[in-house]
């Protein structure tokens, strides 16, 4: 395995009050590392606090100096009358359109509203998986996808990672299973690997 990209060591985070963690461990370059566990365990949460979107009350969250981090996160923004085209989206984002599914490749040029649920999740993956980051964060990654968009997802995560450690959130079981190198367990009382 490659370099130490995120050592995590007794995060506890949440909003108002802690509602996650006691959480550890490390993200090697080139790691798939999935976060499981029952609904309210507080993955999401612990996801957030890896790049600083929700308070951490204790413990840490350390990465080398210059290490870039890409972030999907569930659900979607209204983008109705939002005038941006799916390539304009990858343009602003750095991440290149080759190797997109044909199935979304051909809509590119397309306003994202016009898009439905499942080719947006997918682009919006595309955005963050290919943006020039050394570590990427997945939040129910294959949310309004079909089968074909499962697919495609994993079999790219099974062979185009190793520039890269990524940290995946999923009630998908049999996604996790299919992708992930290394699983941590989740759950109301903190995690283990």
Known sequence: MGEVLLRVEGLVAGYAAPVAG???????????????GPNGAGKSTLLKALWGGVKVFAGQ??????????HQAQGFTDLRGVP????????????????????????????????SGGQLQFLRLWAC??????????????????????DYLADWLGRAHAEQGIVIVSHDPALIERVCTRLVQVDARGAQE
Do not use: H, Y
Not at 61 to 70: A, C, F, H, L, Q
Not at 100 to 112: H, S
């Open 61 to 70: 969250v350390v990465k080398p100096p210059g290490v870039r981090i890409s």
């Open 22 to 36: 006691p959480l550890a461990f490390t993200l090697r370059r080139g790691e798939i590392l999935g976060l499981a």
């Open 129 to 150: 998986l290919m943006a020039p980051a050394d570590i990427v964060l997945l939040d129910e990654p294959s949310n309004n996808l079909d089968r074909a968009g499962v």
């Open 84 to 115: 941006i085209t799916g390539r304009e989206l990858l343009a602003l984002t750095g991440a290149p359109p080759e190797g997109l599914p044909p199935w979304l490749a051909e809509r590119l040029g397309l306003r994202l509203d016009r898009l």
